[in-house]
């Protein structure tokens, strides 16, 4: 995956949250904290078909 965005549901209409230029093994990436109903991946630009296995989102405390 060369370049993707992750959006969140917002009062009813998905939202763009964070954006990144590619993806490995157990990518983590960090945003900043906003109340959604749902995530979801959008995937943008690839090289070979890109195969999810999983997808998760935590939330972190500032202290980690």
């Known amino acids: 995956i060369r370049q993707f ?3 969140g549901k917002v ?3 998905w939202k763009e949250i964070a954006r990144g230029s590619s993806i490995g093994q157990k990518r ?3 945003f900043d904290e906003v109340e959604v109903e749902s995530v979801r991946l959008i995937i943008k630009k690839f090289e070979r078909k890109p195969r ?3 997808f998760s989102a935590y939330i972190m ?3 980690q």
């Open 28 to 30: 983590i990436l960090q």
């Open 61 to 63: 405390s500032e202290n």
């Open 52 to 54: 999810v296995k999983s």
């Open 11 to 13: 009062d009813g209409k």
């Open 5 to 7: 965005t992750i959006e």
